[in-house]
């Protein structure tokens, strides 16, 4: 199977931007009289989204709406300090036509394209979705069907290529090929897959694209 769409997760697979989330964790729990997180800690709570992140860098039952609006304004301040592609990242974009690139990620839309744009990156794709682009996030596959309909590819045609099990999940139930990124910052929950990028370089060799 060669496929002739690309979905693509963001956090993890295409920037690494732990180290900012970790910085508006942190600046949320100071708030709060909280002692800091470490990075590893930070690492562990992302891929499901800016609410549950915020739930499991928080003391159990700790959680309000309130402070999920607070870290998305700490978030936004620190949004570009020191997220960065992953090397070789821009070059997998460029082999690909920008019609048949999405990006479907749990990360609130808004925060996404400011993300995107600010590192250059938002030109390369044809539809970026969020996770309140739809009713439900991934691991449900409603947002990747809709990102196949407004690519106009078939499921069949199309794999989902993520660093994160919900990605995985997602691509599977929506009946697209999937590929784990193995340099994220999630793990593949012992699901099969169809491909394996051990690292970004991986990516092209899989998938090398007619401008490769």
């Known amino acids: 199977m060669t496929p002739k769409a690309f979905l693509l997760d963001?956090?993890?697979?295409?920037?690494d931007s732990v180290a900012d989330l970790r910085t508006a964790v942190n600046a949320l729990?100071?708030?709060?009289?909280l002692p800091a997180l470490d990075l590893a800690q930070v690492r562990d709570y992302v891929g499901d989204g800016a609410r549950l992140?915020?739930?499991?860098?928080?003391p159990p039952g700790a959680f309000t709406e309130a402070h999920l609006d607070r870290f998305l304004v700490l978030y936004r301040r620190h949004l570009l300090d020191q997220t960065r592609p992953y090397p070789g990242i821009?070059?997998?974009?460029r082999a690909h036509p920008r019609?048949?690139?999405?990006?479907?990620?749990?990360k609130p839309y808004r925060l996404s394209l400011e993300l995107l744009q600010g590192l250059g990156l938002a030109e390369h794709f044809a539809v970026i979705l969020g996770g309140d682009s739809c009713a439900t996030k991934k691991p449900d596959p409603a947002p990747l069907r809709e990102a196949l309909r407004q690519i106009g590819a078939a499921p069949e045609?199309?794999?989902m290529i993520g660093d994160h099990h919900t990605?995985?999940?997602?691509?599977?139930a929506a009946g697209t090929a999937i590929c784990f990124c193995a340099w994220g910052l999630g793990h593949d929950d012992g699901l099969a897959t169809d491909f394996r990028a051990e690292q970004v370089a991986d990516l092209l060799r899989l998938f090398p694209g007619a401008r490769a």
């Not at 963001?10 to 920037?15: E, K, N, Q, R």
């Not at 729990?29 to 009289?33: A, F, I």
């Not at 992140?53 to 928080?58: D, G, I, S």
């Not at 019609?99 to 749990?106: D, H, I, M, Q, R």
Request: charged share 25%; with cysteine; net charge negative.
């Open 10 to 15: 963001l956090d993890g697979t295409l920037v």
């Open 29 to 33: 729990r100071c708030e709060l009289s």
């Open 53 to 58: 992140l915020v739930t499991r860098a928080l």
């Open 90 to 93: 821009v070059e997998f974009l």
């Open 99 to 106: 019609e048949k690139l999405a990006v479907v990620t749990n």
């Open 157 to 159: 045609q199309a794999v």
């Open 167 to 172: 990605d995985l999940h997602a691509g599977r």
